[in-house]
């Protein structure tokens, strides 16, 4: 069964904004800086500190967030995404494609640096989905 989390973007405060969460509901915070991940080498030095990932979970709560980076321009009312996990690549090729009918793709469904199948949509409602599956490791 697929789950769904929020996705929050943020402005350059992911990490001071993700820390005020875990300070306000509890539970295990896990960040990564742009400068930590694969990708570090294509960033400028000034955004090496930027939030690449924040995940903070407690029990069923999932909160995930990110620095808006790239081409990502943070206006009112896009700041925050629905993440659907997927548990098999036929049941995220099928979302994907449903979500995405009269909508827009924004990232097409491929094997990302960290191993998982991801993309993301913005529906016909104007509401951005993001989907992942991790895939079986060999």
């Known amino acids: 069964m697929a789950t769904i989390n929020a996705y929050l973007a ?13 300070d306000c509901l509890g539970g295990e915070l896990n960040l990564m800086t742009v400068g930590e991940s694969q990708i570090a080498a294509q960033v400028p030095k000034e955004k090496q500190s930027s939030i690449m990932h924040a995940a903070l979970k407690k029990g069923g709560l999932t909160l995930m967030a990110c620095d808006a980076m790239g081409s990502y321009t943070l206006r009112p009312g896009n700041n925050v995404s629905l993440m659907l996990y997927c548990e098999t690549e ?5 979302f994907f494609s449903k979500l995405a009918a009269g909508g827009t793709i924004n ?3 491929k ?9 993301d949509v913005t529906d ?4 951005r989905w993001m ?7 060999a």
């Open 10 to 22: 943020f402005d350059g405060n992911c990490c001071e904004a993700m820390t005020f969460y875990r």
């Open 90 to 94: 036929e049941e995220i090729r099928t």
């Open 107 to 109: 990232t097409e469904l």
């Open 111 to 119: 094997v990302e640096f960290w191993g998982s199948i991801y993309g």
């Open 124 to 127: 016909k409602f104007g509401i």
């Open 131 to 137: 989907f992942n599956y991790d895939q079986p490791k």
